[in-house]
């Protein structure tokens, strides 16, 4: 180190009190200097902070690195490096008496595998050099995994410990406990209730959150309506509200309230001060998503509101794959976050997950399906799918490997993710003898998003309809000479036939509500969208799209049950809310016929008798419903088949 004059603060003297141990704060060294070579700092370099801060490798034992081999060692790895990539894992400990920052270490090198290609670059990690090195010295962190599910650290290892003051040096010492909580603040014992983790293995999600450990943090899509609740009283108790109390006075793992950068307010855990700071600045944790953040001070409130909700947000990891690399890359976690987060797509962006494992942990081991992450033209993908596991795709992209269950959940797997829990334990929901393992849907939304699932089909065993019975129905379309569609009208039947029979005020919401709708800005194959018709093909109808091409799209229109070519995506708009979930209303009737006639000419016969009566209330005589429906269409005037007259012209002939 070049001989200059250093900032420095004063450790500890010898018994001489001829030389002392000084921290020069601004290049990170510890030197031993002359009492005659230390003079008080002028008050203008005061002003100024610290140009250089302690760092420590998370994923390894504090006790590594203490042996001058392994340092040297660790010299020589950084020395040719102008420039490292440090990645934080967590927010700033204390390490004997000083706050360092737990972090990994990285750095680009270039690898010539074949000396006629180029140069292969590749990022190395500091932690998996030195544990390679067979240095008996390197440990990484042990965890009893007996007591796994920590509240908060030891008031012994929060505090800090002092400096003293050097009688022959005056003014030399900082005390460096400043951005500690004062020693006589409130303490509460308040805990946030842990998250409730599902009790199905089948559900929709909302994911709010992906830590540096690929942890996926996640609600349950059909508890969206009471967190809006909950969001929505927090900011209307706290919107212009004042600090509460001391900015001194937090202690760490408190519960307060605080304000994200959206200037919405959310329940926090109050995590530390940022050092340095003058209580001005905290590190918190937003409970309810998982992620943690630098607030200002003033913007935390120690009044509680929101006690009776547990927290939302719970921890998943997919459970087939590991990253290629040591730990996750940043790009990596900024993707897996781009395709899970929630707030995409309008916040419609749902994920479809399903437990691998067992239900009594966190994080939970899944596996989670992406809605459409490549475009139907990316030619990455030599099929397109509207749904694509999200395992797969990291593997597509050459960002992680295929694994088992048993080394996604290794020791030292779970070492990786213990740093990120925050004392966030889990509670085990109890699953009612009435629940079915299938995809949890809510009562108003049967279908979680207008344009991710298919449209429900009509299950007619709730109809119990046998041969001989009769049923009120309209014509919908004819779709072969022996098979039409038909739209069920209620009759006489109750209320038990409102969800087969909700045509007309089904079509009457779509054409109301449509026409407000956005558009569909990339049609895909799998899509369920609102098309338009016509006026006379039915104006705005649900539709499924089937074929992605060139000339157009090939939709399935649900309700008329009939497929039709779309030229203009223009004519596709998302669907409403209120048309979601509501089953397919064309029906598929089985004709109990035998053409005598060629099919073609049957059909055009049929066609011409059935449409000119298109408007008519008819009857079905059912023959069979078992699967699907057989029957007659009857004229309800005269109880005879429609289609009577060609069998007395030897066109057909009835069973």
Not at 160 to 181: A, D, R
Not at 618 to 647: A, I, Q, W
């Amino acid at each position: 180190m070049p001989a200059a004059w250093y900032r420095g603060l004063v450790i500890h003297p010898n018994q001489d009190m001829d030389t002392f141990m000084v921290r020069l704060v601004d290049v990170g060294r510890v030197v031993k200097v002359k009492a005659s070579a230390l003079y008080t700092l002028a008050p203008q370099f005061l002003t100024e902070n610290a140009y250089s801060f302690l760092v420590h490798l998370s994923q390894l034992s504090e006790d590594s690195g203490t042996t001058r081999e392994v340092v040297k060692y660790m010299e020589e790895l950084v020395r040719d490096q102008e420039v490292v990539t440090l990645h934080r894992r967590a927010p700033p400990k204390l390490v004997d008496g000083q706050w360092s920052l737990p972090v990994e270490i990285s750095w680009t090198e270039q690898e010539d595998v074949d000396p006629f290609l180029p140069s292969i670059k590749r990022e190395v990690f500091m932690s998996q050099r030195l544990l390679s090195n067979n240095n008996s010295s390197v440990k990484t962190v042990s965890f009893d995994f007996e007591d796994f599910d920590i509240d908060e650290p030891s008031p012994e290892a929060m505090k800090l410990t002092k400096l003293k003051e050097t009688s022959g040096v005056k003014n030399l010492i900082s005390q460096y406990s400043h951005f500690l909580p004062s020693t006589n603040t409130n303490r509460t014992n308040f805990k946030w209730s842990n998250p409730e983790l599902p009790a199905k293995r089948h559900f929709y999600a909302r994911a709010t959150f992906v830590d540096d450990s690929g942890q996926i943090y996640m609600h349950l899509h059909e508890q969206r309506l009471q967190y809006r609740s909950m969001r929505s009283d927090l900011n209307n108790h706290f919107n212009k509200s004042s600090p509460d109390c001391a900015m001194d006075s937090f202690i760490p793992y408190q519960e307060v309230i605080a304000q994200y950068v959206d200037n919405v307010w959310y329940r926090a855990r109050f995590l530390g001060y940022v050092p340095d700071s003058e209580y001005e600045q905290s590190f918190v944790l937003f409970v309810d998503w998982g992620n943690t953040s630098t607030v200002s001070t003033n913007l935390l409130r120690s009044n509680i509101v929101g006690k009776d909700k547990p927290i939302f947000a719970f921890r998943a990891v997919l459970h087939n794959v590991l990253p290629n690399r040591l730990a996750w890359a940043p790009g990596t976690i900024d993707f897996m976050m781009e395709k899970v987060l929630y707030t995409k797509m309008g916040g419609r962006n749902m994920i479809k997950v399903k437990v691998e494992s067992g239900l009594d942990r966190q994080p939970l081991l899944v596996s989670i399906e992406l809605y459409s992450p490549l475009d139907p033209g990316d030619t990455r993908s030599e099929v397109f799918k509207p749904w694509i596991d999200m395992a797969e795709l990291l593997v597509q992209k050459k960002e992680a490997r295929y694994v088992s269950q048993d080394e996604v959940n290794s020791l030292e797997q779970k070492r990786s993710r213990k740093p990120f829990d925050y004392g966030v334990g889990f509670t085990v929901t109890k699953r009612r003898k009435d629940d079915k393992d299938t995809l949890a849907i809510d009562d108003k939304l049967a279908v979680v998003s207008t344009s991710h699932d298919q449209i429900p089909r009509l299950d007619l065993s709730g109809l119990h309809l046998q041969s001989g019975s009769v049923v009120a129905c309209k014509l919908a379309a004819v779709d072969s000479w022996d098979r039409v569609f038909i739209h069920l009208l209620s009759g006489d039947r109750g209320e038990g036939m409102d969800i087969y029979s909700c045509f007309t005020s089904l079509d009457r919401c779509m054409q109301d509500k449509c026409r407000e709708m956005p558009p569909v800005i990339t049609p895909r194959e799998g899509l369920t969208v609102a098309v338009w018709r016509g006026r006379d093909g039915g104006g705005w109808c649900r539709a499924e799209i089937v074929t992605c091409e060139e000339a157009g799209y090939l939709v399935r229109v649900v309700d008329w049950g009939i497929q039709q070519w779309i030229s203009d995506s223009r004519m596709f708009k998302q669907l409403p809310d209120e048309c979601l979930g509501v089953p397919a209303q064309a029906v598929p009737l089985h004709l109990p016929l035998v053409a005598l006639e060629e099919e073609d000419t049957v059909l055009a016969l049929l066609t011409e008798c059935l449409l000119s009566a298109e408007d008519m209330e008819m009857m079905v005589e059912v023959t069979s419903c078992e699967g699907e429906l057989f029957g007659h269409l009857l004229d309800k005037e005269n109880n005879m088949p429609m289609y009577k007259r060609l069998e007395k012209e030897k066109v057909l002939r009835l069973l």
